[in-house]
T-cell receptor
Framework: AQSVTQPDIHITVSEGASLELRCNYS??????LFWYVQSPGQGLQLLLK??????LVQGIKGFEAEFKRSQSSFNLRKPSVHWSDAAEYFC???????????FGTGTQLKVEL | GAVVSQHPSWVICKSGTSVKIECRSL??????MFWYRQFPKQSLMLMAT?????????EQGVEKDKFLINHASLTLSTLTVTSAHPEDSSFYIC????????????FGPGTRLTVL
């Protein structure tokens, strides 16, 4: 069965520190991969996506993610976290970008000032 | 561009009543819309896929007679929760894609449904 796993339910970092959110997937083939951010009571905003090509993808708000086929991972990173980055982050996968997505359970990010 | 809206943003209703939620693509034509449900502090679970002009495809375990989906135009899909009960209280989110082969879904801001 297709699945997306985000091992960390909660992560707390200090403002200015680096961040890495983990995401692992289990799919029959290399899926399309996405990271979304959700602020409380809001919908989802796309941070970045990977379909093929360069395995390091750049997104909005200074985020990047690296696709590692050997580890079935697509971890999200940011070199220096801002207080406004506090939110819920979801990793998602699909067989095509416009097709139905399977979401991970999310990682709640807290930023300490 | 690529804005998706939902209306209402929140709704409170009595048990046994029906509630309609609208999902609109404001600046593009959406041949496919998806409806998700999100329980507090949980992930999004796909409920159904809605294609313009055809019947929606429901995920396993989703009651199609309870969650009626209509996608009558390229910019509007509606989800009607019929005979709502407190266990239907949730955050409902729609997404839309422009057409087959397009690679991105755009999400609406969600609708908070509370059934008393």
């Amino acid at each position: 069965a297709q699945s997306v796993t985000q091992p960390d339910i909660h992560i707390t970092v200090s403002e200015g520190a680096s961040l890495e959110l983990r995401c692992n997937y289990s799919y029959g083939a290399t899926p399309y991969l996405f990271w979304y951010v959700q602020s409380p009571g809001q919908g989802l905003q796309l941070l970045l996506k990977y379909f093929s090509g360069d395995t390091l993808v750049q997104g909005i708000k200074g985020f990047e993610a690296e696709f590692k086929r050997s580890q079935s991972s697509f971890n999200l990173r940011k070199p220096s976290v801002h207080w406004s980055d506090a939110a819920e982050y979801f990793c998602a996968a699909g067989t095509g970008g416009g097709n139905k997505l399977t979401f991970g359970t999310g990682t709640q990010l807290k930023v300490e000032l | 561009g690529a804005v998706v809206s939902q209306h209402p943003s929140w709704v409170i209703c009595k048990s046994g009543t029906s509630v309609k939620i609208e999902c609109r693509s404001l600046d593009f034509q959406a041949t496919t819309m998806f409806w998700y449900r999100q329980f507090p502090k949980q992930s999004l679970m796909l409920m159904a896929t809605s294609n313009e002009g055809s019947k929606a495809t429901y995920e396993q375990g989703v009651e199609k007679d309870k969650f009626l989906i209509n996608h009558a135009s390229l910019t509007l899909s509606t989800l009607t929760v019929t005979s709502a009960h407190p266990e239907d209280s949730s955050f409902y989110i729609c997404s839309a894609r422009a057409g087959p082969g397009t690679d991105t879904q755009y999400f609406g801001p969600g609708t908070r449904l509370t059934v008393l």
